[in-house]
Each structure stands twice: as structure tokens, then as C-alpha cells.
């Protein structure tokens, strides 16, 4: 069954850092999206992409944060200069163009210190 | 913005026992998706189930069913015949029925289960 796969699994950065979340959405997906989970908070939403630019995004996608599809198949998430508060798990997600149902990656554990 | 609400952090269930998790959510749309996601330690974020807002029916997969009341604005799992490995944290989560839409989630309700 065709997955979400994301890496690193986990990241370890200075405060200060760009880092760059990599994900791999499921292969005929349209629309992508990356959501973040403070440890023991509830999922966040950060930025949906389609047709190759973001469709939405929250108030917590600040300058600090860009999207980008390199290629075919990666799905970027970049943080220019991390933060402490910026510690946290960070999912990638999927969906095609029919199913409405969101296919999540494992996610990156980013620690920022 | 669509509230989504799990007025119950923890839940605990014996193996084999019935236990139901409630979510409510606020919304002015008449068309929308709802879901719940289980999230075991490994953080992993697994589809269980999905309800399209026009579907009068209730979903079911296997042991998990919804009661989905649309004018209450609920939407409770309920999971049948308990088992170890349903030990996890369940999110409910609205999006809108337009493309694109980002998933709301609730806070998560832990679901503990007992030998």
C-alpha cells in the first residue's frame, strides 16, 4: 500500500539554524500539506500546497517558514532561522484528487536547542 | 474558524468492553468531512475513520462506528470489543468540503485499555 514517507526521522539544530523537512507524498496525490504537533498539544495546521503553490496557511507559517516541490516527488518544508518554540513534530500529509481523506507521513522530531 | 472540541482527555476500557470517545465541533457550513485519527506512542497519525456530512448513514470500519448527529454537531467513536493495541490518543478533526482545506483538530482524547 503506497505511504507518506518522511526524513529524517528526527533532527537535532542549534537555534538559529535553517533546517529542511524533507516528505515523499503518495505518488498520484494532488494536494500536500505539513501540520506540526507540539509534545503534548493537539495537531496544528501549517500550509497546504496545490498545483505548485500554497493554497492556505495558517497564522503559524510566518516568514520564517516556505514550501517548496523541487521535483516530481519531494515536498520541502524549510525553516530559515529556527526557534526554541519551533521544537516539535512536524507531519507531512497527502491527498489525491477524488478521496478527501488525508494520508499522514511518520513525521520529523525536530529539536531545537 | 470551526471549533473542534474533545471534552474528554482521558478514557479508560477493559479488553473486550465497548468505550465511546465524544467530539462536537462548531461550524456555519453545511458540507464538511469529519474524521478521527489514532495516534499510537509512535506518534504516527492513522486514519480510523471518516464521515461526509451529507450522509445521513453512520461510518463504520470493523469494531469503530461513529454516532454522527449533524444538527447536534457530534460526532462520538465508538469502539466495540476493545483490544490492547486500541491504546491511543484519537483526535476527531473537521475540514471543509472545498479543495484544499486544512484538517481542524481537537485536542485528543488518551484512551487507555486494561487486561
Known amino acids: 500500500e503506497p505511504e507518506v514517507t518522511q526524513t529524517p526521522s528526527h533532527q537535532v539544530t542549534q537555534m538559529g539554524q535553517e533546517v529542511i523537512l524533507r516528505c515523499v507524498p503518495i505518488?498520484?496525490?494532488?494536494?500536500f500539506y505539513w501540520y506540526r504537533q507540539i509534545l503534548g498539544q493537539k495537531v496544528e495546521f501549517l500550509v497546504s500546497?496545490?498545483?505548485?503553490?500554497?493554497?492556505?496557511k495558517s497564522e503559524i507559517f510566518d516568514d520564517q517558514f516556505s514550501v517548496e516541490r523541487p521535483d516530481g516527488s519531494n515536498f520541502t518544508l524549510k525553516i530559515r532561522s529556527t526557534k526554541l518554540e519551533d521544537s516539535a513534530m512536524y507531519f507531512c500529509?497527502?491527498?489525491?484528487?477524488?478521496?478527501?481523506?488525508?494520508?499522514f507521513g511518520p513525521g520529523t522530531r525536530l529539536t531545537v536547542l | 474558524a470551526q471549533t473542534v472540541t474533545q471534552s474528554q482527555p482521558e478514557m479508560s476500557v477493559q479488553e473486550a468492553e465497548t468505550v465511546t470517545l465524544s467530539c462536537t465541533y462548531d461550524?456555519?457550513?453545511?458540507?464538511?468531512?469529519l474524521f478521527w485519527y489514532k495516534q499510537p506512542p509512535s506518534r504516527q497519525m492513522i486514519l480510523v475513520i471518516r464521515?461526509?456530512?451529507?450522509?445521513?448513514q453512520n461510518a463504520t470500519e470493523n469494531r469503530f462506528s461513529v454516532n454522527f448527529q449533524k444538527a447536534a454537531k457530534s460526532f462520538s467513536l465508538k469502539i466495540s470489543d476493545s483490544q490492547l493495541g486500541d491504546a491511543a490518543m484519537y483526535f476527531c478533526a473537521y475540514r471543509s468540503a472545498g479543495s484544499g482545506y486544512a484538517l481542524n483538530f481537537g485536542k485528543g482524547t488518551s484512551l487507555l485499555v486494561t487486561p
Open positions: 500529509a497527502s491527498r489525491g484528487q477524488g478521496p478527501d481523506t488525508q494520508y
Open positions: 461550524t456555519s457550513e453545511s458540507d464538511y468531512y
Open positions: 464521515q461526509e456530512a451529507y450522509k445521513q
Open positions: 500546497f496545490y498545483n505548485n503553490e500554497i493554497s492556505e
Open positions: 505518488s498520484n496525490h494532488l494536494y
